[in-house]
């Protein structure tokens, strides 16, 4: 689930964003109404995006929180504000924020702000790795620890430590299944396995990559196994990998 920080001083704006943010289906990590208070929450809820005020409580302004923020954690940042002036605009750029939501804003504005936003960011990240991400938000995209996939009109944080199996589904589809949920990715298998850690998993099957902690049984001769409540066939060319990565007894 996407976690977001909201750094917002008026009661009502804070009852706003709690209500969306649940309605939408993401997790409101934490409120802050100053930026002493929001730095602390940054470090300790790991947001996936900051939604930022520009008047705050305090001597610093959410411009200037939003300054140190990139300096100390960078995260995607959307400001939430009233102010839509020129002067403020022009220190505005300089943070080079994701978006820019002048209140009163509707639900459907956050969730495309919001969508934006974490999809720039991971096309940012990556492309400074060096490597290509899809414009496509079906095909998933990897940042933080986890890969983004959208299923149902909602866009899902799905942590590489819950993922169980990725295995082919039909044509350019795969399928990335978790103890809780399964989706369907438009993505090849390849393309999935290079934005997974692979010291954390191994390719099973022609169709299949499991997470080596997930596997619970092997077959004795070693023609499948058992992850979750799922049954996957072990290909031949990759049984002697598989068994070498063991630690058997």
């Not at 977001?4 to 009502?12: A, F, T």
């Not at 605009?89 to 080079?96: N, Q």
Request: hydrophobic fraction near 45%; charge should be negative.
């Amino acid at each position: 689930m996407i976690k977001i920080l909201g750094v917002e001083d008026n009661p009502i704006h804070q009852e706003f964003l709690f209500v969306v943010t649940q309605e939408l289906g993401y997790e409101l990590a934490g409120l802050a109404d100053n930026a002493r208070q929001a730095l602390e929450l940054l470090f300790a809820t790991k947001p996936d995006v900051v939604l930022l005020d520009i008047e705050i409580n305090g001597q610093q302004d959410g411009i200037e929180l939003a300054n140190r923020i990139n300096q100390l954690r960078p995260t995607p940042l959307i400001y939430t504000t009233a102010r839509a002036d020129q002067a403020t605009l022009d220190r505005v750029k300089g943070t080079l924020p994701y978006g820019y939501l002048v209140k009163p804003f509707t639900q459907q504005d956050l969730q495309a702000a919001l969508e934006l936003a974490i999809y720039r960011f991971a096309a940012d990240q990556m492309e400074r790795e060096t490597l290509q991400v899809s414009p496509d938000w079906e095909s998933g995209i990897a940042l933080q620890q986890a890969l983004f996939v959208k299923a149902a009109d909602m866009i899902h944080k799905v942590r590489f430590e819950d993922i169980l199996l990725v295995e082919v589904s039909k044509d350019r589809y795969c399928t990335v299944t978790t103890a809780e949920d399964t989706f369907l990715v438009r993505s090849p298998l390849k393309e999935i396995a290079v934005k997974l850690p692979m010291q954390d998993f191994l390719q099973v099957h022609r169709s299949a990559i499991v997470r080596t902690s997930a596997i619970e049984r092997i077959e004795s001769s070693g023609a499948w196994l058992v992850v979750g409540n799922k049954t996957v066939t072990i290909g031949k060319t990759y049984r002697e990998k598989l068994l070498n990565n063991l630690n058997l007894l």
